[in-house]
């Protein structure tokens, strides 16, 4: 064995022993400046850098890039090669035995609770088994919590079954569709879908008229939005078997959850009374469950002997550790807690990996987080490279919602980021917070998918013991006023007697419709507004909605440039985060002329209006700014769908075209005043001792250093978020008159 191999016993025992060998100690300290400033834009390796958007396909195959391939003729071989190919696979999964009764119970009742473990088959399986059966004469719809969990997963049932996906052709069975990209076609079948996407299709169509099937999956996970669509689904059944709905066909519901809490489910759904009010007794619904015993080999869990307050760093440590000792193939993911503490790693490993020995096999890093773009989150399901270990660093993405092949080491940070809404404060902000047990386990499952595995918990047994039992469901600590704005726009209108799983407690509501009133979201009665209802109909929070909605009366007539700043903020930093002193200041050099001194916003109008106008070169252009090209791309697309929608609101003339020249000055307030029609809770003024409070909540807050007006002071601040680091910092910040401020305020109390 390799010297300084750490045994078994001594893994079990809890303790990480130093590696002896040419392992690159972290602590030490580089002689040699790193190669590679920002691992993202040059050290990532070339093949991770381009894969086609429909990588499913072969480039040379796709039909439009061959025109002597017709759509109409059906399937082209090698499609049908894939998916015979991937048969013996599927036909291995746990759920497969389970598919006649999963078929039986379905036909006996209109509700399904299924449960079995990540990996058992279950999302891309189940929607294949409903799609042939004779009552499923329309589309099967399968919500995920996330973007990236539908979009790979429509790919791969797409290539099972063997067919295009999307709008790649007519005949396509397969698609998805998620906030600001919609992939489906008239052939679509099996749609997977976010959970705000089915939401926003209720809102439209509330008895899902186009579906014969709803399964909602990763319940388990109780975001607000899967909260919400199981009170609306278990409102649905109540009112079809009322005969009370529009629907006269069955609709089928599957509830899937990883943990085995069924018993609260089948509660749920099974509790005839829809609302409170009802007092007549009625019989308890039926309703099937279905357990699938998931493949589990042992993995080994090894702790921590003391705590740790520099994770990044143990999680280093014991990377290469792993790569020095253990053989290949095996593959290392690491949990983390978001964009920075991945982009951090990542760039030590690389940076640490240089120096390695030729004979040692390559590492090759891959980031995994929602706000990665598409194609880079994709990588991640490429098989490893020849000589290679792939080290994915993932938020909590990777715990249920995506199965990494590969993985045999699983390095667990213990924490991850939440939604945390302080009552008190009136606000949300994301807090790194200890994850509970449950996903602790879920976390180390991860490593034994394919083969005994190991997981190293950067914590200690005890904190493992002191963790909570479940993760608290989001709706029980968010800020509700999306939620509600949903339900009110789609006709409830006593949201306080709503069936909800888990009943948020009645001021965290009270607060939620408060914020809407302020909104004018809500009427004074609380019935929905008509700026409300369109509020509702944009995939935004009801903050961004208000700005949209603002900047469309015609005295503030600045629509276009409130999309333009609005789709810069939904992508997660346009300007490149910069490592060194050095690149930081040459960035601040080059984007001088994109800066403006009214704050965030108008710079992010600047930027987005420069780039927009580049017809060339847009790639140059954004290096040359140090602007990030893909966040960009994003930009541009969320850009095109906000006006679409606007335009079919009528909100906005569809001849209207967005400017090109810098806003002058009445134009730059106009938007920054509709900025604080929506952020009117996130406002600050200037104190005497030169720090900002929030006007609400009487909060001291600092301008965060991200932002060009760091360090300035003015007399009032209107900000997008609050971020905690050690203190409240607010995060996209602009400056704005304190008499603004005065007027909003009137104006809603
Ligand atoms: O839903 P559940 O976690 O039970 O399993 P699944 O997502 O249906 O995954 C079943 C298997 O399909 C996984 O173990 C993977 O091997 C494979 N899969 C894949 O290769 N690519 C995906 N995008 C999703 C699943």
């Known amino acids: 064995s390799r010297p300084g191999k750490v045994d078994d016993e001594q893994k079990q025992s809890g303790v990480l022993v130093e590696t002896k060998t040419s392992v690159p100690d972290p602590k030490e300290k580089r002689t040699k400046p790193p190669k590679h400033q920002n691992p993202r834009r040059s050290s990532t390796p070339a093949h991770t850098k381009q894969i086609p958007r429909n990588s499913a396909q072969p480039k040379h195959e796709h039909p439009r890039g061959n025109r002597s391939f017709k759509q109409s003729d059906g399937v082209p071989p090698y499609l049908l090669k894939k998916r015979d190919a991937l048969l013996p696979i599927r036909k291995s999964l746990p759920i497969w035995p389970q598919a006649d009764a999963i078929k039986a119970s379905l036909k006996k009742n209109n509700v399904l609770v299924l449960t079995g473990e990540t990996g058992s088959g279950k999302s891309t399986q189940v929607p294949q088994f409903l799609a042939k059966e004779p009552w499923c004469s329309k589309c099967v719809a399968i919500t995920q919590p996330r973007r990236v969990a539908a979009i790979s997963l429509a790919r791969r049932v797409a290539e099972e079954m063997g067919t295009f996906m999307g709008s790649q052709s007519p005949t396509a069975k397969v698609g998805y569709s998620v906030r600001f990209d919609n992939a489906t076609g008239p052939g679509t079948k099996i749609k997977f879908l976010t959970e705000g996407m089915l939401l926003q299709e209720m809102l ?18 109780r975001s607000v939005n899967v909260d919400l669509i199981l009170g609306f689904l278990k409102n649905l059944v109540a009112d079809m ?18 943990t085995a809490d069924v018993e609260s489910l089948v509660h749920f759904f099974g509790d005839p009374t829809s609302s409170p009010t009802t007092t007549e007794p009625q019989n308890q619904r039926q309703i099937s469950t279905c357990f699938v015993e998931g493949r589990q080999y042992p993995v080994k869990t090894v702790y921590l002997p003391q705590p740790t307050q520099d994770w990044v760093e143990a999680a280093l440590k014991i990377i290469f550790q792993i790569h020095y000792k253990e053989p290949l193939p095996g593959d290392i993911l690491v949990f983390l807690t978001g964009q920075d503490t991945i982009e951090g790693l990542e760039k030590l490993v690389n940076d640490y990996a240089e120096g390695m020995d030729k004979d040692v096999p390559k590492l090759l890093t891959l980031p995994l987080f929602a706000a990665l773009p598409q194609h880079a989150q994709q990588c991640i399901f490429q098989p490893t490279p020849f000589r290679t270990r792939k080290v994915i660093l993932a938020t909590n993405i990777a715990e249920t919602s ?17 939604k945390q809404f302080r009552n008190r404060l009136g606000l949300e902000s994301l807090l790194v917070k200890p994850i509970s047990r449950s996903a602790a386990i879920q976390r180390q499952g991860r490593a034994g998918r394919e083969a005994a595995g190991q997981c190293y918990r950067l914590y200690t047994e005890d904190g493992f013991n002191t963790m909570d039992e479940r993760t608290i469901p989001e709706i029980l600590r968010c800020d509700l006023s999306q939620a509600i704005l949903t339900m009110k726009a789609r006709g409830v209108n006593d ?20 914020q809407l009133l302020h909104l004018q979201a809500l009427s004074e009665d609380g019935s929905i507004s008509e700026a409300g209802l369109n509020i509702a109909k944009f995939p935004l929070t009801p903050t961004l909605g208000r700005v949209l909605v603002e900047a469309a009366k015609p005295e503030r007539d600045c629509l276009l440039d409130v999309i333009d700043i609005i789709s810069a903020l939904s992508v997660e930093n346009v300007f490149l985060n910069l490592v060194t002193e050095e690149r930081k200041e040459e960035a601040e050099e080059a984007r001088r002329e994109l800066y403006r001194r009214e704050g965030d916003h108008l710079t992010l109008l600047v930027t987005v209006q420069r780039y927009a106008e580049e017809r060339s070169d847009r790639k140059t252009w954004c290096e040359k700014h140090f602007v ?3 966040a960009m791309q994003n930009v541009m697309n969320v850009r095109k769908q906000l006006q679409q929608q606007c335009t079919q609101l009528k909100l906005l003339a569809s001849d209207e075209q ?10 730059s307030q106009a938007v920054l005043q509709c900025m604080l029609r929506g952020f009117i809770s ?6 005497p001792d030169g720090s900002y409070k929030t006007l609400m909540g009487n909060l001291t807050v600092a301008i965060h250093p991200s932002s060009v007006l760091f360090g300035r002071k003015v007399e009032a601040i209107v900000f997008n978020e609050f971020v905690f680091t050690g203190k409240a910092w607010a995060r996209g910040v602009s400056a704005v008159q304190l008499n603004w401020v005065s007027e909003v305020v009137e104006s809603i109390m």
Do not use: W
């Open 241 to 258: 078997e009322a005969g009370k709905s529009k629907r006269k066909d069955p609709l089928k519901i599957i509830i899937m959850s990883a």
């Open 495 to 514: 949201v306080l007697n709503f069936p909800f799983l888990d009943r948020p407690p009645r001021e965290a509501l009270e607060k939620a419709l408060l």
């Open 658 to 667: 967005s400017s090109t020249s810098a806003p002058s000055e009445a134009r």
């Open 628 to 630: 990030s090209h893909r």
């Open 204 to 221: 439209r169509d509330p008895v899902m008229s186009q579906y014969s099937a709803i399964v909602a999956d990763e319940v388990h996970e």
């Open 682 to 687: 996130n406002t600050a003024r200037l104190m």
């Open 402 to 418: 995506v199965t990494v092949p590969g993985v045999r080491y699983v390095i667990d940070c213990g924490k991850s980021k939440v």
